[in-house]
């Protein structure tokens, strides 16, 4: 069991800055792929971004290329994504998971651990 712990969020202006955080309990972190996705009022969760277990590999979705940088601690067990150039499109509720699957990818259905979400406005 991995229990997944956001935080960071809040409001900030367009072309502002945030870094999220999300806390993982359990001594079998870096076994484990870790994705952020976020949901926004309507719409379907959507992937972000991903970092595979060494930090080596990550992959982003298009939008967030250039802007959004996912990065891991595995020391402290935790997993950053650091947020640049924020757009008000980019507001939504931000999800950490976690897989045991390996190249779990954008894959939702592949992230078996799931955190409560952190809220990220962006105003125009």
């Known amino acids: 069991q991995v229990q997944l712990v956001e935080s960071g969020g809040g409001l900030v202006q367009a072309g502002g800055s945030l870094r999220l955080s999300c806390a993982a309990s359990?001594?079998?972190?870096?076994?484990?792929?870790m994705g952020w996705f976020r949901q926004a009022p309507g719409k379907e969760r959507e992937f972000v971004a991903t970092i595979n277990w060494s930090g080596l590999s990550t992959h982003y979705a298009d939008s967030m290329k250039g802007r959004f940088t996912i990065s891991r601690d595995n020391a402290k067990n935790t997993v950053y994504l650091q947020m640049n150039s924020l757009k008000p499109e980019d507001t939504a509720v931000y999800y950490c998971a976690a897989s045991v699957t390996l190249n779990a990818g954008s894959r939702s259905r592949e992230y078996d651990y799931w955190g409560q979400g952190t809220q990220v406005t962006v105003s125009s």
């Open positions: 359990g001594r079998t972190f870096n076994r484990y792929e």
